[in-house]
């Protein structure tokens, strides 16, 4: 019996060993190679230029900028582009950036959107009439590329708001690790003219050059060689680095001029024009009439559309020396000065297509210019050519103004004066009236808003020039803003300037 236990014990020990021996181990299965996420597409490598943006099933994209945003992709994973340099991986269609990192807080609005567009792209497809496509904002929108360069912007459409002289208050050169604080020491200030010239003027004198611009991008360029002697060292350096500059942003009263990738900026705040330099009684719109002969008296006046067209043959006249105007087709800016009765105009920048005889006549007079003379039915002349001829202009406010509306018509008071960060002014009801009557007029007892250098009866234009929400008194512009009983008159109240509140006087 014992002999047979031994027999079993033993077939048993054999059978495991021999299934050890012949059974293949229970080994997990090798997992798959991953894929290659550093894999390069060629179709997507070179350069892509950028077209627009859109929603995902929108089959006409917006354009971003006026000009156009180039993004090259590199064969080792790389990305190049205008402040968007960083890198790219691949898996399939997904597709990944990571950029270098900029100062954002010195970046325009429009270069900041594009950035952050691209960080968000997750794939891409390129279709069979060669466009990519860039999915971001998880598929819902797409940034639209081309193989193309598109052609190069129009520059020198030289915005108005640019033309003024501007005081550099702080900046921060390239290669810099500090920023400069100019706002207490000697004034140093930059002026653009409407010839498209700019001139640097530092304490110990100044100099001048070319400039190209769009609607943001911006060149300089000056003539002064390497031995010529400018200011100090450090305003050297400021003059030499305007070379290096390639956008602009406008905010208001403020100017930045940024370098490129965000190195470096220079803040500029514009400059107010000398006290009583320009005859207020002259800054506003006016409607030319037509050319005058000074020696018989005669007079060709405008006919047909352009009698009364808001588009034709008018000119505005600014407080800060600045002057906007449309010819026969053509829509023009300028500067103008003046001494006395004296007045000079440049008139240059701006569209040049298309132009009748009439309308190179107008913009030929102005030009040339020499004296102005305000009539007692509240006509204006330019006299031109040695006093021989001139330009008969009439009040021009009506003309670009739309008819007010009910709510604004009435007599209203003052009730108190909003400066940022500032607590309300309040005001004795009565001290301060305005009364917008149907006639175009307004009439104003005490000094706020206005002034009284004008006098106590004004005209106004309500939304001047097509501009919703705004309303021109004389030569200053106010955003207009009316809840109910109360009106609100905001001047330059987008960069914190003041803003009056009035309640409605009822009888």
Known sequence: MKTIARLGLLALLLSIVWAACTHEPDVPPRPAPKSDT???DSALLGKWYLLGSGWK??????????????LEFGGDGSLHGYAVNGSYTLKDTALRFKLHAVDEQRMPDRLLTYRKKLLSVYRYTIYSDGLLRL????DTKYLLFDRKEPAPPVLNQLPRALLATWRINEYRLIEDRVTRDLSNS???????NVDTTWTLKVSSGQTTGPFRTDSWTIRFNHRLKPMDRFGSPDDRRLLESLREVVWYELKGDELTLYFSEGAGFISCQKVDPEAGRIDEH????????GFGHTADGSLRELTGADRLSNKTFLVELQINGMLYTLSSSNELYGNFSMNGQSIRMN???????GETKAGEAYVRALNAAERFELQKDGRLKLFYNQGRDYLLFREGISIISSTPPAELLGKWVMADLRRYAMPPTGFKLS???VDFRPDGFVYITGTEPFGTSLGDKLRYGYQPWGNEDNLLVGYMYFSCRIDGDELRLGRNSSVD???YVFKRLRK
């Open 431 to 433: 001290e301060q009236t």
């Open 38 to 40: 550093t894999a390069v």
């Open 57 to 70: 099933y929108d089959m006409d994209p917006q354009p971003l900028d006026t000009v156009a945003y180039v």
């Open 186 to 192: 000697e004034p140093i200030q930059l002026r653009f």
């Open 347 to 353: 008139v240059g920048g701006g569209t040049k297509v």
């Open 497 to 499: 300037g003041p803003v």
């Open 135 to 138: 999915y971001y904002d998880n």
């Open 282 to 289: 002259l800054c506003q719109p006016w409607k030319l009439v």
